[in-house]
């Protein structure tokens, strides 16, 4: 789980540059996913929750919500919002592959291919079991991965760049398809107080998995798979699909 600590410098930024994200569609649809199955939940966990944008938008609608993320500076930041807005929101800096809560929970969602950051089937796994374990008999867990059309054929090896005022992104793409492993090299440049840009740099990691292996192991974790969706749909996954959702219970 070390890549997740790439999130350091990033972590200031990263609103800035996720802006054009439709956070409250994506609320929508696991409110959707909900209702399909019959779960009407209480209380939630967001398992690598980042800033906060999908814990903050649950908490303002009466959920009870905890969030996890092993980026210290990524939780401090989602403490400022939640305080902000005065929401009780409990927050956990823990390895998603060995996190414990005191409380059962109703649903647990790891949104923004969180799951891909899990580069060795052996954590994957152990963060499935993890996740059992923190949830009540008949519980959901959703969660999003990028697939490895996605990595080869749009990010494949391709150069990115977004600029604000006071913010500059830089980030390069390496897929190599024998390792099946998706590198991010990341260049910030942040406007300083005195007017200069300071630089840093963060390499992230990203495996892709075969959806049928994923069910594998969610099966040997003791979850049982309810749904495969294309992205942010209930249409069924395609060999051209670039996100899959995947849906599945503690019986």
Same mark, same amino acid.
């Given at each position: 789980?070390?890549?997740?600590?790439?999130?350091?410098?990033?972590?200031?930024?990263?609103?800035?540059?996720?802006?054009?994200?439709?956070?409250?569609?994506?609320?929508?649809?696991?409110?959707?996913?909900?209702?399909?199955?019959?779960?009407?939940?209480?209380?939630?966990?967001?398992?690598?929750?980042?800033?906060? +944008?999908?814990?903050?938008?649950? *908490?303002?609608? $009466?959920?009870? #919500?905890?969030?996890?993320? !092993?980026? @210290? /500076?990524?939780? =401090?930041?989602?403490?400022?919002?939640?305080? +902000?807005?005065?929401?009780?929101? *409990?927050?956990? $800096?823990?390895? #998603?592959?060995?996190?414990? !809560?005191? @409380? /059962?929970?109703? =649903?647990?969602?790891?949104?923004?291919?969180?799951?891909?950051?899990?580069?060795?089937?052996?954590?994957?796994?152990?963060?499935?079991?993890?996740?059992?374990?923190?949830?009540?008999?008949?519980?959901?867990?959703?969660?999003?991965?990028?697939?490895?059309?996605?990595?080869?054929?749009?990010?494949?090896?391709?150069?990115?760049?977004?600029?604000?005022?006071?913010?500059?992104?830089?980030?390069?793409?390496?897929?190599?398809?024998?390792?099946?492993?998706?590198?991010?090299?990341?260049?910030?440049?942040?406007?300083?107080?005195?007017?200069?840009?300071?630089?840093?740099?963060?390499?992230?990691?990203?495996?892709?998995?075969?959806?049928?292996?994923?069910?594998?192991?969610?099966?040997?974790?003791?979850?049982?798979?309810?749904?495969?969706?294309?992205?942010?749909?209930?249409?069924?996954?395609?060999?051209?699909?670039?996100?899959?959702?995947?849906?599945?219970?503690?019986?």
């Amino acid at each position: 789980m070390a890549q997740m600590e790439a999130y350091e410098g990033l972590a200031q930024i990263y609103d800035i540059f996720m802006d054009e994200i439709d956070y409250d569609q994506w609320v929508s649809y696991l409110e959707e996913i909900w209702n399909k199955f019959g779960v009407q939940p209480e209380r939630i966990t967001d398992l690598g929750c980042g800033t906060g +944008s999908v814990l903050i938008r649950l *908490a303002k609608k $009466g959920y009870t #919500m905890t969030g996890i993320d !092993l980026s @210290e /500076e990524m939780l =401090a930041m989602a403490d400022q919002k939640c305080q +902000s807005e005065e929401l009780p929101v *409990a927050l956990y $800096g823990m390895d #998603m592959c060995e996190f414990s !809560l005191p @409380e /059962e929970q109703d =649903a647990i969602i790891s949104l923004m291919d969180c799951m891909n950051y899990l580069t060795e089937e052996v954590d994957l796994s152990a963060a499935f079991t993890a996740c059992k374990e923190n949830l009540r008999q008949g519980g959901l867990l959703i969660f999003d991965m990028n697939t490895e059309y996605r990595f080869r054929e749009v990010y494949g090896q391709n150069t990115y760049a977004s600029t604000t005022e006071d913010a500059v992104y830089i980030w390069e793409n390496y897929y190599d398809e024998e390792e099946q492993i998706n590198e991010y090299a990341v260049n910030l440049f942040q406007k300083e107080m005195d007017g200069r840009y300071s630089r840093s740099e963060e390499f992230h990691y990203e495996k892709a998995y075969a959806p049928e292996r994923v069910v594998h192991l969610l099966n040997e974790a003791g979850l049982t798979l309810l749904a495969l969706y294309d992205g942010y749909t209930f249409d069924a996954p395609t060999d051209q699909s670039e996100r899959i959702f995947f849906v599945a219970t503690k019986k």
